[in-house]
């Protein structure tokens, strides 16, 4: 507005530059409040009458129509306002209720369990989004440290609502239940009463025990990484793969459970094919097993977050898929702290 007035006086009235002080209310409505949009717009008010007096447009509809020109945008600056400032309130609600249902739906798990530790990340596709399909939970139980992770197919409140189903059957499965697959065969039914049609959940159930070994039990998820302190990286791959959740019925017979050596110094970490196919600008999938020494960090938390990075840099930009991981290490001594 300073800018036009100036230009205003210098050019002189032939011009034609005054409506364009309308311009302040116009921006401050995009950006302000409706206080201040008004506040600007009266100052662009006075202005236009101020500079209209002085180049005597008054004598002739010029200096009407610029006075008008300024009422009618600061007008519609102030109404924009408000309305921008009730959607922005919405949308606090409402990011506020999605953080409530996170913390229902996906729980923070314990860091630390006995001689594990413990670490999580989660990463939406969806914009301004806190949860999607896919889902973890820890739960230590009288046989162990049971772990779920898995996928939903699918996205969307659908989605959602299925990872919901999962979890709280897990939640009570792994506390009842004496093994894995009794656990998997109670999630089973319980999403068998759920879904309709042919949508299925890919899951990895584990148990950590007080043995030398972890008894994992897959469902068309992918596999675990296992990573040695000598360095050794492998996948911790059944026998044979089975059909996910929710499919079961189609199949053969039920998956079988396998041990794995889980030693101390070893780590664990499950993931969702979210960042087991992050892709790059070329279409190569991200190469899990080559950044394994990314989880070297003794922050279980700060590997977990330094390998998110890496996944997003090697994916250049917002991932296309939702991305959860959860690492579980044992501890070498039980006197370090969780």
């Known amino acids: 507005m300073a800018a036009v007035s100036a230009v ?38 006075v202005l236009c009458v101020g500079l209209g007096v002085h180049s005597g447009l008054f004598e002739s509809r010029r200096g009407l129509t610029a006075l008008l020109s300024v009422a009618g945008v600061t007008a519609a600056g102030v109404a924009a306002a408000v309305m921008r400032q009730r959607r922005e309130a919405e949308l606090a609600s409402v990011r506020s209720i999605a953080e409530v249902a996170q913390r229902v739906l996906l729980r923070p798990v314990p860091r630390g369990a006995g001689p594990l530790r413990i670490a999580v990340s989660y990463t939406s596709a969806v914009a301004e989004a806190r949860i999607g399909g896919d889902l973890y939970e820890v739960v230590t139980s009288p046989a162990g440290v049971r772990i779920i992770v898995g996928d939903v197919q699918g996205k969307g409140l659908e989605a959602v609502e299925t990872a919901a189903v999962v979890l709280g059957a897990f939640r009570e499965a792994a506390h009842d239940e004496p093994d894995l697959p009794a656990v998997g065969a109670r999630v089973e039914r319980a999403l068998n009463r759920h879904l309709s049609g042919e949508r299925f959940v890919t899951a990895v159930l584990a148990e950590i025990g007080d043995g030398p070994d972890a008894t994992l039990l897959n469902f068309g998820h992918p596999s ?41 110094g070893d780590q664990l970490l499950f993931y969702t094919d979210g960042v087991s196919e992050a892709r790059d600008g070329a279409g190569r999938f991200y190469p899990l097993v080559e950044r394994a020494g990314l989880l070297k960090d003794p922050d279980p938390e700060a590997a977990l977050r330094a390998v998110r990075e890496d996944v997003v840099d090697h994916a250049e930009g917002p991932l296309h898929d939702d991305a959860a991981m959860l690492l579980v290490r044992y501890r070498k001594g039980h006197l370090e702290a969780p």
Do not use: C, K, N
């Open 8 to 45: 205003d006086l210098i050019a002189g009235p032939g011009v034609g530059f005054l409506p364009l002080v309308s311009l302040g209310p116009a921006f401050a409505g995009l950006v302000g409040g409706w206080r201040r949009t008004a506040l600007v717009g009266l100052t662009a008010f």
């Open 224 to 264: 675990p990484l296992v990573v040695r302190p000598d360095g050794e990286v492998r996948y911790a791959a059944p026998t044979e793969r089975a059909l996910p959740l929710g499919l079961m019925e189609h199949g053969p017979e039920a998956p079988l459970p396998y041990g794995i050596p889980f030693a101390p």
